[in-house]
């Protein structure tokens, strides 16, 4: 009989910790009622302890979301505990997910701890979560480096205290998949009190190999998958949830087993983590990069007018890629606009799909096709905006091979209009000044990319900006037929969230 794997993604906790990943509330809100949509077992939704945004945005999800557990990190001490569960209390389904280091090498160099010391300290945590919940994941962190006779120690322990999952990390991407296939193996046979607890893994991707040990450990038995959208995560990343979730579907006859995951839902589920972070898939990634199902190979093409499945082992629609050549033009109504948002995943009430679509026939009439990105650009600028205290009024720039860049912004602050005028050594950076000689911001400038949306010359350029200030940053995001209109408004989304975040911050 096949039996079930359990998505445990942590998107919004490995996955936004890592540099230039940072998500604010709201937009941790909207990736978790995604990742509902998409099907995954249980969220993690943050660290509470970290900080006070990360105790606000797990607590936010927890009395959001329905359909799935909701689970929050805690290191395996008193104080991370309470805190973990005061965040996810009101959760339908509260998992907290405490850990420890059981690596010699973290013990002697990091924790300065014996192994029996580590012992108690993990049985003590998972008591008091016990006390909190039933659902108590206790992870041996770096196990990958750990001795396999202490790490059934301790899961033994774990266990008889309460824990429901053990998780089998490797923190450092250090395994290779027939040693990590092994070790869960050695576990499942070893652990004596296995049958009450599901085996978890937990893989980075540090050899590229966070994916293919994730596997092995399912066939040696794991039943949860810990993992993230895009393969995000701390440095190389974490085993990719669409590689996963594709690779046990499509080559079902290897695995018997199944995951919960409407694969149809992985691609927008992609787009909206890569549109909130700012941050885009390679272009080759599997699944879901741009290239996926690009066939540019003569033999290749030749082959699959013949039969798609010549070169193609799954196809675009069964991971949510729309079927692609529906472009929508001006001609399109507003039906036509309706079902193309419902298939990129966004679920609009009529006011907003009204704004959406007013802003898609704007569009329309500057550019021939509108395609799929540049639809959800619109969806992320015209519903999901932060309160705008700056707006952009005016912007007038000349420049060229023989003339010094010149710009000139008009900004509504407040409700007040204000003007400047600046040079700098290219349009971007003139309108910059200007911009931030009229908002007076401290903030600072630490990334600026800008991307071609789409494939026409009159494609619009898409711009993220990020800016930091004292310890908080902000992507912004700005989209136009005209990139320095695009630099501009990117900019200014990014002050807007910045102010925002502060306000909330007090
Ligand atoms: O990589 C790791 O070990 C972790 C643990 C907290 C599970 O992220
Ligand atoms: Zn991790």
Redesign the pocket.
Known sequence: MEERVYIFD?TLR?GEQSPGYTMNTQEKLRVAKQLEALGVDIIEAGFPQASEGDFQAVKLIAETIKECEVAA?ARANDEDIDRAWEAIKNAKKPRI?T?ISTSDIHLKYQLRKTRDEVISIAVRSVKRAKKYTDIVEF?A??ATRSDWDFLVKIFEEAIDAGATVI?I?D?VGYAVPDEFGKLVKYIKENVRNISNAIISV?C?NDLGLATANSIAAIRSGARQV?CTINGIG?RAGNASLEEIAMILKTRKDMFSVYTGINTEKIYPTSRLVTTITGVPVQPNKAIVGANAFAHESGIHQDGLLKAKFTYEIMTPESVGIPKSTLVLGKHSGRHAFRERIKELGFNLNERELNLAFKRFKALADLKKNVYDEDIEMIIMDEIYKVPEKYKLVYLNVTCGNTTVPTATVKLEIDGVVLQEVSTGVGPVDATYKVIKKLVKTQSRLVKYSVNSITKDMDAQGEVFVKLEEKGISAVGKGVDTDIIVASAKAYLNALNKLEFMKQKKG
């Open positions: 942590t490995d990190l997910h850990f992870s962190m770096d998780n990390p923190t937990h980075h810990e701390e």
